[in-house]
């Protein structure tokens, strides 16, 4: 400390800013995901229920993926902001939460889907 100055430097114990990789892995599932949801409900409307459901079920694996990837990107900081979007659009983009709200937002219009 000379006239009255402090020189700090980064050493082995400096925190580094860690990688927000998980973060944005987890955005881009989740969006992957409500992208392959939207398809799934154009081939429901197309008429084959089957092919749609199939795809739904993946969907689903894809969201609850996204999910835990944006959790633990959230909580570790590993791009804390991406994981938390990632998780909130894996959560509304999860067909069974669609159907949830459908049913509970529109019931009339729920009923004309058959759900």
Do not use: E, H
């Not at 949801?37 to 089957?50: E, I, L």
């Not at 659009?89 to 999860?94: E, I, K, T």
């Amino acid at each position: 400390m000379r006239s009255n100055t402090v020189v700090v430097r980064r050493g082995a114990g400096a925190q580094r800013r860690k990688n927000p990789l998980a973060g944005k892995i987890a955005l881009g599932l989740a969006v992957v995901s409500a992208a392959v949801d939207a398809s799934a409900f154009a081939v429901f409307m197309g008429g084959d229920q089957r092919f749609a459901l199939g795809i739904c079920f993946v969907v689903v694996f894809l969201t609850f993926v996204a999910a835990v990837v944006g959790f633990v990107a959230a909580v570790g900081s590993f791009g804390r902001w991406y994981g938390v979007l990632g998780v909130v659009l894996a959560f509304v983009a999860n067909p069974v939460i669609l159907i949830v709200i459908l049913l509970f937002a529109a019931p009339g219009l729920a009923k004309s889907f058959g759900v």
